[in-house]
């Protein structure tokens, strides 16, 4: 593990932590066991819950595990690549419908659907993407949005399919995961599996072109990275994974409406990023916990919701743009600097 | 089809088009100046449309032409305070966190419209004086309609002259280029911003009155009015007012033919329009490619 | 055309509207040669460079590299056969760390770049420790590429370019904004690049020490045009070539 003199020791041994603030610490193998650690713990924590949290909380978060999922998935896309898309909201939809519709017109298994969200997801990414991908930046968000609004006005209009403006009521979710415990359970074991997967996704060579892309996207073209073709993996990748947030929604919602497709519903998951720290990994997923909870807490005590949260908001913009995590992340890496051995 | 209905439907898409031009008209002239995506626009329109129906309740006869004036200038208002308060400190940062903050001030606004006016839906009727029908080759062609034209044409006129003709329409054009070398030749470039953002809310607020009596005035109305808005100024080229136009024009005449021709597609003919617009010609039709 | 030739122009135009920006190039770059293109601003040596590495397309004339043509291919493709540039302007990676743009850069040229399954690659690691060492920038790795000096910068930059593997590497203005110390790694860092990795440079330079101290042979360029050509020493000699470098100065 000994490299060339000057090379730090250790940095070898693993791929970066690489965050969206280019703050690249690496963990040498000694450092790995506390790492895997902390995530196992936080697991089984939340696994233990499951048989500890009255049954109303444990509803909470599925739906916020949902919107974990759908938040990390955005932030590939937001923090990673650099891509702002105000049409995640599309596959998020869309994997509801599918579940949905998938029973209403079909009769097919959750089962069934549950997987085919996914699929579904990362097919209508690749012309979605092929589209807006073509425009830069600024044009980029724009055209995602004008796509969640289409999908909204077609979920809306085409009442014979999609139920219009009432949308889908039904029993698609089996019995056993309406209780819940069990449905608490299953969307556990789906977020870790798909945050797992995410995870991997970013400490991947294809995660560090992303965050090369994002930093200088024609010296990239210029390194030899079809730009557009990277762009559009992510944008399938994520669109994959927000439609399977999507179908776990259902698992909470036992519904699925149009609301759902909305350019506003995109803004979510980009302002759970926000407040997490877009330049972390489980920031978008602190971010989801922190504004569902605040939004159920609030509602329950607070007409105004809507208020509070626009004004968290906007102070976090303001005076906290790395998000909670982004910014214990950098306090962290200043005490380090001070107590350690630089 | 005959000259009549021909005269009905060209009347209506431009109508349509008149009102989105109006409401885009300050989007696109706030984006050419500041280079700043404002989805608060939408509240301003909301909130002068609400302010109308205030008036209207308070009276009948005068409300709507005291409204006239009021909204847009409660709308200029609001675009000071938000201005100097929010957006002055973010011009240096990147323009995810301005539209981010933009959007918070949309929900602000949006709760705070709840308080004042509720979560019920209202009206207002046009004035007595422009109630009604007028022939036009034998077509009846609502009057407000070609009331609504008429402001789109004043409007836009004004803009122009203001834009092309006056020093402050050169300073406004000229800032975004350098915004370095007009504070160097003494332009207080903070108060243009101010100025610039406050005449893009007062625009917003103008629509509102002018086109509340045509809709529904609601919860909601904000964030529908800023997609229609941005499909507009973005087809014509964000930054270009006679793109805003032209904008309007086509999605006016693409939803009235729409409607008659397949109405229940008609409400996604924008966005597959504006989709085509960017998949072709990213940056508008008459826009700058450099962004 | 023959071994030793890698780079080979012929009649090269590129005109935007009226004007010529290259009119008619003709040039020849030997393997394993430093090869400088000079001449006063505007003389069309920054299109030309454009022209080679395909971020603009000729509107005539014909260009070889490696005995394969290569006019109007896309940006990715001749930066793969080996034709790379270190750019002027400095144009890295602002947030990542000078290790992970240069990881960037190896995982492009492994083809890896699609790869989501992999961890850690120790033959990249080493690859990028080693060219950290190249150009010495061993000790700043950690550091974030926005934070270095222009000088580390512009080393990061060639770096980079050297990530590539490339056959060929483009240098346009390597000391611009350089202080004379800077300069004076810079130009080692150029010399000991062909020596000891037998890399072929072009390099478009202002500073006339550097470019007769270290070039093999010189291109002289002028209103688009190569007005003369060849071992340094001659061109060097030549007093229409310094008459029209000083006249346009002055």
């Not at chain 1, 997967?197 to 970013?202: D, Q, T």
């Not at chain 3, 004339?61 to 400095?90: D, K, M, N, S």
């Not at chain 3, 890896?112 to 992999?118: E, M, W």
């Amino acid at each position: 593990m000994y490299g060339p003199p000057g090379v730090d020791v250790g940095d070898t041994a693993d791929e970066s932590v690489s965050t969206g603030d280019g703050s690249a610490r690496l963990s040498g193998r000694a450092e790995l066991v506390p790492r895997l650690l902390v995530p196992i713990v936080l697991v089984v924590v939340m696994a233990a819950l499951a048989f500890l949290l009255s049954d109303n909380v444990l509803l909470t978060l599925q739906e916020v595990l949902a919107l974990a999922v759908f938040a990390t998935a955005t932030n590939l896309l937001l923090g990673q690549a650099g891509l702002v898309s105000f049409g995640q909201a599309v596959f998020y939809g869309l994997g509801a419908y599918t579940v949905a519709l998938g029973w209403l017109h079909w009769q097919l298994p959750f089962w069934a659907t549950f997987v085919m969200a996914p699929v579904l997801g990362a097919l209508v990414a690749v012309p979605i993407g092929l589209v807006a991908l073509r425009a830069r930046r600024l044009y980029f968000a724009l055209s995602t949005l004008a796509f969640s609004e289409l999908a909204y006005q077609l979920a809306e209009s085409r009442y014979d399919f999609t139920k219009g403006a009432n949308g889908v009521f039904g029993t698609f979710v089996p019995t056993s995961l309406t209780f819940p415990r069990t449905g608490y359970l299953f969307v556990l074991a789906v977020t870790v599996v798909s945050l797992l997967l995410l995870w991997k996704v970013n400490h991947s060579p294809f995660g560090l072109v992303l965050r090369a892309i994002r930093e200088n996207r024609d010296r990239m073209q210029a390194l030899g990275v079809n730009v557009y073709l990277h762009q559009l993996i992510a944008f399938v990748i994520s669109g994959a994974f927000c439609a399977l947030a999507g179908a776990m929604f259902v698992v909470f919602s036992q519904s699925s409406y149009p609301e759902l497709l909305d350019w506003t519903t995109s803004g979510e998951p980009i302002f759970m990023a926000v407040i997490g720290g877009m330049g972390t990994f489980l920031g978008p997923a602190v971010g989801a916990f922190i504004y569902q909870f605040g939004h159920d807490e609030l509602v329950r005590y607070v007409s105004d919701w809507q208020l509070v949260l626009g004004a968290v908001l906007l102070a976090i913009v303001m005076f906290w743009p790395e998000g909670l995590l982004g910014g214990l992340g950098r306090l962290g890496k200043i005490l380090r600097k001070r107590g350690g051995n630089r | 089809m005959d000259l009549a209905s021909f005269i009905t439907h060209l009347v209506g898409a431009l109508s349509t088009a008149s009102s989105l031009f109006i409401v885009a008209a300050g989007l696109t002239l706030v984006f050419g100046a500041l280079r700043l995506i404002n989805l608060a626009h939408g509240s301003f329109y909301m909130y002068g449309a609400f302010l109308a129906t205030s008036l209207v309740a308070w009276s009948a006869h005068t409300g709507l032409w005291i409204a006239l004036v009021a909204s847009p200038l409660l709308a200029a208002g609001m675009g000071v305070v938000v201005e100097v308060g929010v957006l002055r400190r973010l011009y240096a940062r990147e323009h995810l966190t301005q539209l981010l903050a933009t959007f918070a001030l949309l929900l602000i606004f949006a709760d705070l419209a709840l308080r004042f006016w509720g979560k019920g839906v209202r009206s207002v009727s046009p004035p007595p004086i422009v109630q009604g029908n007028v022939h036009l080759a034998g077509a009846p062609v609502p009057l407000y309609d070609l009331v609504i034209i008429g402001a789109a044409v004043i409007v836009g006129a004004s803009l122009w002259l203001l834009l092309s003709h006056t020093t402050l329409g050169w300073k406004i054009r000229a800032v975004v280029d350098d915004p370095e070398v007009l504070a160097a030749s003494g332009v207080n470039v903070r108060m243009l911003y101010t100025g610039v953002f406050a005449l893009g809310a007062l625009l917003a607020g103008l629509s509102g009155v002018i086109i509340a009596p045509q809709q529904a005035v609601e919860p909601g109305m904000d964030a529908q009015i800023i997609v229609a808005a941005f499909i507009v100024a973005v087809i014509g080229g964000l930054g270009s007012i006679t793109g805003a136009a032209i904008g309007a024009l086509v999605i006016g005449i693409v939803e009235t033919v729409g409607a008659s021709w397949a109405p229940s597609w008609a409400s996604t003919f924008i966005y597959l329009l504006m989709i085509l617009v960017l998949a072709v010609r990213p940056w508008g039709l008459l826009g700058t490619p450099e962004r | 055309m023959s071994d030793d030739i890698l780079l080979s122009a012929r009649g090269l135009r590129r005109t935007f509207g009226t004007f010529r920006a290259v009119d008619g190039v003709d040039l020849d770059v030997r393997r394993g040669s430093i090869h400088s293109v000079i001449g006063p601003n505007g003389a069309g040596k920054t299109t030309l460079f454009r022209l080679l590495t395909g971020i603009l397309r000729p509107t005539a004339g014909t260009l070889h590299f490696g005995g394969e043509p290569i006019a109007g291919e896309p940006v990715h493709v001749i930066a793969r056969r080996g034709l790379v540039q270190a750019f002027q302007a400095t144009n890295i990676f602002p947030r990542l760390s000078v290790r992970e743009s240069l990881r960037a850069a190896l995982v492009s040229r492994h083809g890896r770049t699609r790869d989501l399954l992999s961890w850690s690659q120790p033959a990249m690691e080493q690859e990028a420790s080693a060219l950290l060492d190249t150009v010495g920038l061993t000790r700043l790795a950690e550091e974030e590429a926005q934070k270095l000096s222009h000088g580390d910068q512009r080393a990061l930059e060639v770096a980079l370019a050297l990530a590539m593997r490339p056959r060929l590497l483009l240098l346009d203005e390597p000391t611009a904004g350089m202080s004379p110390f800077e300069s004076r790694k810079m130009v080692q860092l150029v010399q000991r690049l062909a020596a000891e990795e037998h890399l072929t440079v072009i390099l478009s330079e202002h500073d006339m020490e550097t470019v007769f101290g270290i070039s093999d042979r010189v291109s002289v360029m002028h209103q688009g045009r190569v007005i003369a050509d060849g071992p340094a020493r001659e061109v060097r000699a030549n007093s229409d070539v310094m008459a029209i470098y000083l006249g346009s100065e002055a």
